[in-house]
């Protein structure tokens, strides 16, 4: 093509608006691995909701493991006993902390729910990555796969889809299905081990404030 009959074409932006990876697969069919709007919840205690006017959509931890400011306000405000409530409630809706002894109390609940829900999550971080890459290998029918420091878990969960997708039938609308089936596996993990992530980076986060807060008390 001659150069003189070329012409430059406008660059397009997409934007997916504020969708977390959870909501981008349930819409699009795909996750972000550098995703700034994704999100993880925590379980709350019952009474938790009702001390505070923010919905529940607003009480996560952030991406890089920092808890919402709305999450944060709630738990201070949790923490605090029942009597002194009103009194401090400013400070709680605020952003600030009510003192180091509620905030040591805030952090620590919250590091003790992540890893809660790490432990009872059936696969590790480092176990989903290597299941990750056995995946990989798999979509690569040239590459030959090794379980060797592939965990009882992620062999069980192997098997399981296997089972479910008969390798048998060689035709090709069998073959287009499981490779369907398998970069839905793949996505399922890669959301999954992005979750566990934000749940650890939450508590090497909250650690760290608590270093900090032991320092200035000492």
């Known amino acids: 093509m001659s150069i003189h009959n070329s012409f430059l074409v406008p660059q397009v932006l997409l934007s997916y608006g504020t969708y977390t990876n959870l909501e981008l697969l349930e819409h699009y069919g795909f996750l972000l691995h550098e995703n ?12 938790m ?3 505070c006017s923010w919905p529940k959509e607003s009480l996560y931890i952030h ?16 923490a605090t006993p029942v009597t002194y409530r009103r009194s401090v409630g400013h400070i ?9 002894e509620n905030e040591v109390t805030v952090l620590e609940w919250i ?21 990750l890459n056995t995946i990989h ?10 379980f060797g420091d592939v965990s009882r878990a992620c062999i069980i969960e192997f ?19 499981k ?9 399922a993990v890669e959301w999954r081990l992005s979750y566990k992530r934000i749940l650890c980076e939450c508590i090497s986060h909250c650690n760290e404030r608590l270093e900090d807060l032991f320092l200035n008390v000492s």
């Open 49 to 51: 909701n009702s001390l």
């Open 63 to 78: 991406q890089d493991g920092k808890p919402s400011f709305a999450l944060l306000a709630t738990i201070r405000l949790w």
């Open 179 to 187: 490779a369907r089936s398998i970069h839905r596996w793949k996505l």
């Open 111 to 131: 590091v003790k729910n992540c890893r809660a829900l790490l432990g009872n999550c059936s696969s590790s971080i480092e176990e989903d990555e290597l299941l």
């Open 92 to 100: 709680a809706y605020s952003g600030h902390q009510i003192s180091a």
């Open 36 to 47: 700034p709007n994704d999100k993880a919840f925590i379980p709350l205690e019952p009474n």
């Open 159 to 177: 098997s399981a889809f296997l089972e479910m997708n008969d390798r048998k039938l060689p035709s090709q609308v069998q073959i287009c299905r």
């Open 137 to 146: 290998k798999i979509q690569d029918y040239n590459t030959s796969i090794d």
